[in-house]
């Protein structure tokens, strides 16, 4: 079965300073790759996505995300991070099964960002 | 504008009672879906429906229910038979025509149940 794993709960970065979050999966076949932010108390909004392709992918609010195979990892940068981007990352890995399209979410990175 | 959307924000029921959350969307995508969050746990899927009429099981199903009777409407109930059900609840759709699988997702419903 499909996993992934975002290793740092909580980060804190200084405003104007670049920011990387990890994400690893596990997954058997190319695997489509997402990244999520959520605001407290709010839905899920679409940064990116890996499907195929290029394997660096640039999505909204100045966020990229490198897809490399052979590390089975989809890690998210920004140059420099303003502080609205404070917010819950998610990292997701998509797969098709007999029931359909299903997302498979990690647990999520908390960032702070201080001023 | 095209969206996703739920409601109530809150909802607060005593245990033993059944509720149910609502899920709308008007993106005219056949897939939705209905996950739970809870603190350090990232989402976890309850159940999804591809198309009307039919809906599958997900990770954690057990004390939940739902229907699919038109496209754009997919709601959600908590029965009494769920053994902890205070949680952030998320509905979202897809377009499984688009290969790429992404989600989009509402705004989601806090349920406190006490």
């Known amino acids: 079965a499909q996993s992934v794993t975002q290793p740092d709960i909580h980060i804190t970065v200084s405003e104007g300073a670049s920011l990387e979050l990890r994400c690893n999966y596990s997954?058997?076949?190319?695997?489509?790759l997402f990244w999520y932010v959520q605001s407290p108390g709010q839905g899920l909004q679409l940064l990116l996505k890996y499907f195929s392709g290029d394997t660096l992918v640039q999505g909204i609010k100045g966020f990229e995300a490198e897809f490399k195979r052979s590390q089975s990892s989809f890690n998210l940068r920004k140059p420099s991070v303003h502080w609205s981007d404070a917010a819950e990352y998610f990292c997701a890995v998509g797969v098709l099964t007999g029931g359909g399209n299903k997302l498979t979410f990690g647990t999520g990175t908390q960032l702070k960002v201080e001023l | 504008d095209g969206g996703i959307t739920q409601s109530p924000k809150y909802l607060f029921r005593k245990e033993g009672q059944n509720v149910t959350l609502s899920c709308e969307q008007n993106l005219n995508h056949d897939a939705m879906y209905w996950y739970r969050q809870d603190p350090g746990q990232g989402l976890r899927l309850i159940y999804y429906s591809q198309i009307v009429n039919d809906f599958q099981k997900g990770d954690i199903a057990e004390g939940y229910s739902v229907s699919r009777e038109k496209k754009e409407s997919f709601p959600l109930t908590v029965t009494s038979a769920q053994k902890n059900p205070t949680a952030f609840y998320l509905c979202a759709s897809s377009d499984p025509r688009r290969t790429t699988y992404e989600q989009y997702f509402g705004p989601g419903t806090r349920l406190t149940v006490t």
């Open positions: 997954y058997g076949a190319t695997p489509y």
